[in-house]
């Protein structure tokens, strides 16, 4: 079955930098490919849909990318500020069902 | 609009009782699931539905049950609690599944 692996060690990075986060997942390519942002103690929030057949989407400061051959999404936050710390997640359809999943997601820290 | 509205925020059980956890959407949105989310687990879909009167089981249904008879609630009910089913539960919705799904502010559930 589709399994996605997001790593699951913090991401500390200082502000001002590029944050990048990796999504890898096992099986057949997602239709699509989801990424959400989760607050502690709060539901996640979507930011950025990519389609399989999209190789780049861009939101402000956010920038999602998507290799079918690598199997593999990366989510970039650029000019990274203490505001965009909190746990990114990503999700993915199962293929051929109504199914969706999400893998574990990855806490960034973003220090002064 | 109120979103997607989750009751209760807390509910604390003993080993055996069962419960409704509630849901409700004002969006008009066909799509609704339910997810249950623990540490270094992420997010795992329970149940789910594509519209009112169609239910399918997630990754992890053992233990609960859903029905859909409108379009804007989605119950979940535990059957009979145990220790195993302690976690924070999220509720979801969408126009379809392949969009921005909203989350629910979460029921934070524990089993004694």
């Known amino acids: 079955s589709q399994k996605i692996e997001q790593n699951s060690e913090a991401l500390n990075i200082q502000e001002g930098k590029t944050a990048t986060l990796t999504c890898n997942y096992t099986?057949?390519?997602?239709?699509?490919l989801q990424w959400y942002r989760q607050d502690p103690g709060r539901g996640p929030v979507f930011l950025l849909l990519?389609?399989?057949?999209?190789k780049e989407k861009r939101k402000e400061r956010l920038k999602v990318t998507f290799d079918t051959t690598l199997k593999q999404s990366l989510f970039h936050i650029t000019a990274s500020q203490p505001a965009d710390s909190a746990t990114y997640l990503c999700?993915?359809?199962?293929?051929?069902?109504?199914?969706?999943?999400f893998g574990t997601g990855t806490r960034l820290q973003v220090f002064p | 609009n109120a979103g997607v509205t989750q009751t209760p925020k807390f509910q604390v059980l003993k080993t055996g009782q069962s419960m409704t956890l509630q849901c409700a959407q004002d969006?008009?949105?066909?799509?609704m699931s339910w997810y249950r989310q623990d540490p270094g687990m992420g997010l795992r879909l329970i149940h789910y539905?594509?519209?009112?009167?169609?239910?399918d089981q997630g990754e992890v249904p053992n233990g609960y049950n859903v029905s859909r008879s409108t379009t804007e609630d989605f119950p979940l009910r535990l059957l009979s609690a145990a220790p195993s089913q302690t976690s924070v539960y999220f509720c979801?919705?969408?126009?379809?599944?392949?969009?921005?799904?909203?989350f629910g502010p979460g029921t934070r559930l524990t089993v004694l």
């Open positions: 979801a919705s969408s126009l379809n599944q392949d969009n921005e799904q909203f």
């Open positions: 099986n057949y390519s997602p239709a699509y």
């Open positions: 990519i389609r399989e057949n999209e």
């Open positions: 999700a993915l359809d199962m293929g051929n069902t109504d199914k969706l999943i």
């Open positions: 969006m008009n949105h066909e799509y």
């Open positions: 539905s594509v519209g009112a009167g169609i239910t």
